[in-house]
């Protein structure tokens, strides 16, 4: 059973770092494409970035430069560290994988901007 816990989020201000962890059981992030997407409110859930099995990623325009994704794959688990936080990151951030077919959610985990 695939299963993805996210934790971290929190209230931030304009600036400050904060750094979001997913923990998977059920798959190994090593050899699974591991995404991160956000959903403010009012609006669709959007791509934020995603880190390849061989390890390569890709963010979105929105957050290339401030945030990074990486992986622990002795924890199995897959971070997102996004510093230069702006009130525009606001959202909730869920982890996300697309194994056998089906794609499987976290249940997502809140993050504020606001000074």
């Known amino acids: 059973q695939v299963q993805l816990v996210e934790s971290g989020g929190g209230l931030v201000q304009p600036g400050e770092p904060l750094r979001l962890s997913c923990a998977a059981s059920?798959?190994?992030?090593?050899?699974?494409?591991i995404s991160w997407y956000r959903q403010a409110p009012g609006k669709e859930r959007e791509l934020v970035a995603f880190?390849?099995?061989?390890?390569?990623?890709t963010y979105s325009d929105s957050v290339k430069g401030r945030f990074t994704i990486s992986r622990d794959n002795a924890r199995n688990t897959v971070s997102l560290q996004m510093n230069n936080m702006k009130p525009e990151d606001t959202a909730v951030y869920y982890c996300?994988?697309?194994?056998?077919?089906?794609?499987?959610w976290g249940q997502g985990t809140q993050v504020t901007v606001s000074s």
């Open positions: 059920g798959i190994f992030v090593s050899i699974n494409t």
């Open positions: 880190i390849r099995s061989g390890g390569s990623t």
């Open positions: 996300t994988a697309f194994i056998g077919g089906q794609r499987y």
